[in-house]
C-alpha cells in the first residue's frame, strides 16, 4: 500500500515510519508539505497515495493558547488540506486528535459518545481539524489519543529525566489524570487498525490512568534518579492554558475490535529501557 505520512519526523510519525516500513512511505515532512501551504493539497494529491496518515500538528497546548491563529492554520486549516489532498486522490484518511477535546468535568474514562467541549485553543483546534477532516472525506478514521511520548521529539518523560538530571527536586501537577501513551505502542495498534480497514472515531491510548506527578514518580522510579518530586495543583503550576483535569480516553470500542495498548506504566518501563 502506498501510505503518505504527515509529521514523519514527529513522536508518532517516526514510529509509524517502524511500524509500517514493509509498506510504500511517502514521508510528507516539512518544507515539502508545509500545512499553512494552500498547495499542500495537490502536492499530497500528486504522490497518489492509497492512505494519508495525516499526524503533523501544532500541538504546544501554551503556544496554541499565545498563537490561536497559528494553532488554528495548522490544525483546523491544515488539517482541511490535507484531507482535500486525501480526496483528490481517492485516498482513505487517518486523522490523529486529542484527549483535550474534552472538558474534564468526567469522572470515569470518555467515550467515542461523549459530548465535546476543549477548554483551550489546541483542543478547539484539534477538534475543528475532526470536523474538516470528516466534512472533505467522511470515511476518515479519527484516532484520539493523549499524553504521548516517544523517541523523536520532545514529551514529558525526557523533560522528567533531563530536570532530575539537574536537580535535587521537580515540582509535578497532581491534579490532573490522563493516561500515559507510548507512541510505538499506539503507531503497532495504528497498523493493526490500518489492516482491518478501520473507519470512524475511537479512542486509543495506554491502559490505566495517573495524575502527571504519577507519571514522573514511575519515570524516576524506573530510572532509580534520587530526585524528589513534589505534588503541586494546577493553579501553581501557572500554566497560561487551561487543561482538563480528567482526560482518561475510555479503550472499551478499541477492545470490541480485540486491540489494545499495553498498560501505561509498562509504555514507559519499555520506552526507559530503550532509551538506555
Ligand atoms: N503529544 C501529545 O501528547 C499528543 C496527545 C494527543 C494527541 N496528539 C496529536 O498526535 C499527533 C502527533 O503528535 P506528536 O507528539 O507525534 O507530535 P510532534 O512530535 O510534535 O510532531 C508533530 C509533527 O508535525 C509537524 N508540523 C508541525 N507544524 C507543521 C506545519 N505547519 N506543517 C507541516 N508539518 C508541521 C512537525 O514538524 P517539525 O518537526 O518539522 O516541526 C512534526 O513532524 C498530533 O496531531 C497531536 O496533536 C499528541
Known amino acids: 500500500m502506498r501510505i503518505l505520512l504527515t509529521g514523519a519526523n514527529g513522536q508518532l510519525g517516526y514510529e509509524l515510519q517502524r511500524a509500517l516500513s514493509g509498506e510504500d512511505l511517502i514521508l510528507a515532512d516539512q518544507p515539502d508539505y508545509e500545512l499553512t501551504d494552500p498547495q499542500v493539497a495537490d502536492k499530497i494529491a ?11 500538528g501544532y500541538k504546544d497546548v501554551d503556544g496554541c493558547e499565545r498563537d490561536p491563529g497559528t494553532a488554528f ?8 488540506r490535507v484531507a482535500e489532498g486525501a480526496a483528490k486522490a481517492n485516498a482513505r484518511l487517518i486523522y490523529i486528535s486529542t484527549d483535550y477535546v474534552f472538558d474534564g468535568k468526567k469522572t470515569e474514562p470518555y ?3 461523549d459530548p465535546v467541549n476543549p477548554l483551550n485553543v489546541y483542543g ?9 477532516a470528516l466534512a472533505v472525506c467522511p470515511e476518515t478514521l479519527i484516532i484520539r ?21 539537574s536537580r535535587p527536586e521537580i515540582r509535578v501537577v497532581n491534579d490532573q489524570r490522563g493516561s500515559p501513551t507510548y507512541a510505538r505502542d499506539l503507531a503497532g495498534t495504528i497498523a493493526q487498525m490500518i489492516r482491518r480497514d478501520a473507519r470512524g472515531l475511537v479512542h486509543a491510548g495506554g491502559e490505566g490512568e495517573c495524575t502527571w506527578y504519577e507519571f514522573a514518580v514511575a519515570i524516576i522510579q524506573e530510572t532509580g534518579s534520587d530526585c524528589r518530586l513534589i505534588p ?12 482538563p483535569s480528567y482526560s482518561v480516553l475510555s479503550t472499551a470500542f ?18 526507559l529501557a530503550e532509551q538506555a
Open 254 to 271: 478499541l477492545h470490541q475490535h480485540g486491540l489494545s495498548l499495553p498498560p501505561w506504566r509498562e509504555g514507559v518501563k519499555q520506552f
Open 232 to 243: 503541586i495543583s494546577t493553579a501553581e503550576s501557572g500554566r497560561l492554558a487551561p487543561r
Open 73 to 80: 492554520t495548522v490544525n483546523a486549516q491544515g488539517t482541511r
Open 145 to 165: 489519543t493523549s499524553w504521548l511520548y516517544g523517541a523523536n521529539g520532545k514529551n514529558f518523560v525526557k523533560t522528567i529525566l533531563q530536570l532530575a538530571a
Open 111 to 113: 467515550t467515542e459518545r
Open 46 to 56: 500528486s504522490t497518489r497515495p492509497d492512505l494519508v496518515i495525516h499526524t503533523a
Open 124 to 132: 478547539r483546534s484539534k477538534l475543528l481539524g475532526e470536523q474538516e
